[in-house]
Nanobody, 124 residues
């Protein structure tokens, strides 16, 4: 039912930019929080950014605040993550997430549905 399909990953040099897209289907898009997590090799999956379904506000992990911007095209059921000033430590698999906990205090699970993930590699 719920499907999340990420795109836009790839290889970019440090300081560069990349935009990820998540095409969602199977649910009423703006009735649920939606966001992005990432997982680097050997590390746990961490929340990156999300849009709260109640107040419509974007929230960001401190590590990406000021560099990443989340946005959505509700008519197309698509959420984006614009990533600027990329750093090697941003290298990870990025996952689109349906209905995460999305609060100013943090972005966390449980998550109802995940996309399959897309690899972002930032070279030095």
């Amino acid at each position: 039912e719920v499907q999340l399909v990420e795109s836009g990953g790839g290889l970019v040099e440090a300081g560069g930019s990349l935009r990820l897209s998540c095409a969602a289907s199977g649910f009423t898009f703006d009735d649920y929080a939606i966001g992005w997590f990432r997982q680097a090799p050997g590390k746990g999956r961490e929340g990156v950014s999300c849009i709260n379904s109640v107040d419509g506000r974007p929230y960001y992990a401190e590590s990406v605040k000021g560099r990443f911007t989340i946005s959505s095209n509700n008519a197309k059921n698509t959420v984006f993550l614009q990533m600027n000033s990329l750093k090697p430590e941003d290298t990870a698999i990025y996952y689109c997430a349906h209905d995460p906990i999305c609060l100013p205090q943090g972005i966390s699970g449980p998550v109802d549905y995940w996309g399959k993930g897309v690899l972002v590699t930032v070279s030095s």
